[in-house]
């Protein structure tokens, strides 16, 4: 069963590969045969070399109001997709290189809109939308969430996001995230070499 499954897989990523009108795909990639891509908005996605999608992973976005062909969704090479994961663009998403997401994360540009009380927030459509960078050799654990539904949110480089965390605003790099709102628990100190834990009571 897992070497049919991985047959499906290499046939899906030849054919995606070779037939969706993606703005940039590159090679070596891997793109599990349950993904959701959709080939309409397929040129708003670029996909670097050796790019992981896994089981069921849903690349979504979101074409309201300016429709250039720039790219919306950016996975830079080597980057790891876990299962279930979604990654749903409206401005602006962008993975650096070597970033790895493990199951169940949400990355989100957007938000639905729902400031008209008197309207069912389906047919209110979404915000305006943010920009997302996770710079490179980032980890987001499992069923972590990173939203921004305007403005811009940065995730320097190598930073660990904890598990079921809510990120909803920049950290620096070489950070450890944890928790619901997301807050600094760690950063890494390049004097000592090592991890410190950082005192909550200095953080907004």
Known sequence: MLELDRVLTKIHSVRIRAL???????RGISIHYTCEIHKATAKWVSIGNQVFL????????VIEGDKSFLPRIIIENGCKIGRRSVISAKQSIKLE?????????????HNHDYSNPDEPISQQGTTGGGRIVI?????LGYGSVILCDSGELVLGRN????????????????SVIAGNPARL???????SGKWQKVNAANQP
């Open 97 to 109: 290189e070597n970033v790895m997401l493990a199951p169940s994360v949400l990355i989100m540009d």
């Open 54 to 61: 896994g089981k069921d992973v849903w690349i979504n976005v």
């Open 159 to 174: 930073c660990v996001v904890g598990a079921n965390a809510v990120v909803k605003h920049s950290f620096p790099p070489y």
């Open 185 to 191: 628990v760690r950063q890494y100190d390049r004097i």
């Open 20 to 26: 969706y009108p993606f703005h940039f795909v590159g």
């Open 135 to 139: 710079e490179r050799n980032c980890w």
